[in-house]
Each structure stands twice: as C-alpha cells, then as structure tokens.
C-alpha cells in the first residue's frame, strides 16, 4: 500500500503565498512522477504542476510563473510553492505519485488539502 500525505493548505489573501507539501510512505518501488491536482467546485480536476523523477517540469498555463513544483527524492515529498494567489486558485488540491511496477504505471491520490484565496 501506498500513503500520501499532504499539508500546508489553508486560508491566504489574494497576492499571498502558501506551500504544499506531499509525503510518499509505504511500498514505493519506482517513482515516474509527483505532483498537483487541482478540483475547484463545480469543475473538473485539473493538473496544476509536477515534476518527473529525472526533473523535468510541467505546469498548466493558469498557474506557470506563479508556481514551483520541487521535489525531495531521499524522502519521497513534493513540494509547490504558490505565490502571487488569486481568487480563482481556490480549490482543493490534490497530491499525485505515478508508481512503475513492472511495466504498469499506477497513480496514488493523497485526500486533498483546501486552499481557500479570499480577502
């Protein structure tokens, strides 16, 4: 089984900043990628940023130059720095791990973390 554990959501101010963290436990074998998912109400998930094991990036067009994916590979955590916050950044976010096994990719969903950009 695979556990992921997020933090750092909450409540900021539009312009403010707020970070995310993930945590990967249990039986990781091979990383492929971390990263966000976004759901705001009413809509659909949306991949917001990730980072793949060898570095590489990708962010959604709505988020990229305000937010930084990273990721600690020793301790299996992703990060995302979120500045420059709008109102329309609030949703909860969701934390992604791509596992290879084999040849089959699984993905493992943390339970979400509330972020709430309000004045």
């Known amino acids: 089984q695979v556990s992921l554990v997020e933090s750092g959501g909450g409540l900021v101010q539009p312009g403010g900043s707020l970070r995310l963290s993930c945590t990967a436990s249990?039986?990781?074998?091979?990383?492929?990628?971390m990263g966000w998912y976004r759901q705001a109400p009413g809509k659909q998930r949306e991949l917001v940023a990730s980072?793949?094991?060898?570095?590489?990036?990708l962010y959604s067009d709505a988020v990229r130059g305000r937010f930084t994916v990273s990721r600690d590979n020793a301790n299996n955590t992703v990060y995302l720095q979120m500045n420059s916050l709008k109102r329309e950044d609030t949703a909860v976010y969701y934390c992604?791990?791509?596992?290879?096994?084999?040849?089959?990719?699984?993905?493992?969903w943390g339970k979400g973390t509330p972020v709430t950009v309000s004045s």
């Open positions: 980072i793949r094991t060898a570095g590489m990036t």
């Open positions: 249990g039986s990781i074998f091979r990383i492929v990628a």
């Open positions: 992604n791990v791509e596992l290879l096994l084999g040849d089959i990719v699984t993905d493992y």
